[in-house]
Structures are given as C-alpha cells and as structure tokens.
C-alpha cells in the first residue's frame, strides 16, 4: 500500500483530534483551577496563589530550603500540580 499526501494529512488530523485528556494524579490540582487567594504546597515549598492566566503568579511563603532567594513573588505555570491547603 502506497500512502499518500492526502492519505498522510487524514492520519495526522484524526491523531490531532483524540488527543488524551491530561488530569493531575489523585489529591493534586493544577493552579489554573485554584482560586486567587487559595494556598497551595509543592513538594517542601508552600505558597499563595495571586492571579492565573497562561502563568501563575504566586507569592512562596515557606521553603525548606535555607536559601532566602526562593521566598517571595515569582511566576510559574498554571499546569504546576500543586496540593491546596
């Protein structure tokens, strides 16, 4: 069987269509899905969550890391699985 162009353009548009649905794993949200305000905890780090668009913009509150630098505002993705607390 000889594929084509236009055979070749069918396949690719049918795998683009069902494409898998992403969810975070149990007991985790992503921070797109958290209210502004909400606080959250990732790993040893917590935080409070500012405002979301395409990125979130968070405040880190706590850190169990000595290093100063890491606590205060910063801008991560809104698809960072977070715990809310």
Do not use: H
């Not at 905890?41 to 968070?58: K, S």
């Amino acid at each position: 069987m000889r594929l084509t162009s236009k055979k070749i353009s069918n396949i690719a548009k049918k795998a683009l269509k069902d494409k898998p649905e992403w969810k975070p794993p149990v007991g985790y949200k992503y921070l797109k899905d958290l209210e502004p305000g909400s606080l959250f905890q990732v790993g040893n780090t917590r935080g409070i969550l500012i405002e979301c668009d395409i990125n979130a913009r968070v405040i880190i509150t706590e850190t169990a890391e000595d290093d100063k630098t890491l606590l205060g505002k910063k801008l991560i993705s809104a698809q960072t699985e977070v715990k809310e607390l």
